[in-house]
């Protein structure tokens, strides 16, 4: 190393002071060209992959627990019993499910639902666990995909014959 430092201090020693500042900021330059292309980029590129595996397994973790309603024997052998009310029970639920969700009725008498922002899993876990669970089933449906790639989502709700 002593070598080296011996050969570039005279090197160092000939430059002119603007050559010399000049040399020193081409390094800084580098410097940070290297920082961003080794350092930045691959972290930005690793979270944008992660929250990609994220909204996966969050979509995956829906279809699961549906399909674990499906065949869940208990829930078709018990009978449903409504002791708080539909309008409650929904509500009830859908704020389990991390949605914000307000109700009225619609123009068919029927309970209407709004969802401002809701993700694609919670919002159809909330509505398959409805169906499966409660026996009430969404009649009408109108979705659209915020800027955030959340979903806004109108419907409405009844009561299924026999539930």
């Excluded at 549906?66 to 065949?71: C, E, N």
């Excluded at 969802?115 to 899993?121: C, V």
Aim: net charge negative; no cysteine.
């Amino acid at each position: 190393m002593r070598r080296l430092t011996d050969r570039l201090y005279p090197w160092w020693e000939g430059r002119t002071v603007r050559e010399r500042w000049m040399l020193i900021v081409m390094a800084v330059l580098l410097a940070a060209v290297f920082v961003w292309l080794a350092v930045v980029r691959p972290a930005l590129d690793w979270r944008e992959q992660a929250a990609a595996d994220r909204a996966r397994a969050e979509t995956d973790l829906a279809w699961v627990q549906a399909g674990l309603r499906l065949t869940a024997p208990t829930a078709a052998a018990r009978p449903v019993i409504d002791v708080e009310g539909f309008g409650p029970l929904v509500t009830r639920t859908a704020e389990a499910a991390g949605l914000n969700l307000t109700t009225g009725m619609d123009a068919s008498g029927r309970l209407a639902f709004r969802i401002p922002d809701a993700s694609s899993a919670a919002l159809f876990g909330w509505m398959s666990a409805l169906e499966h669970d409660h026996g009430i089933a969404v009649v009408s449906l109108g979705v659209v995909e915020n800027t955030d790639a959340t979903l806004q989502v109108e419907g409405a709700l009844a009561r299924q014959a026999g539930g």
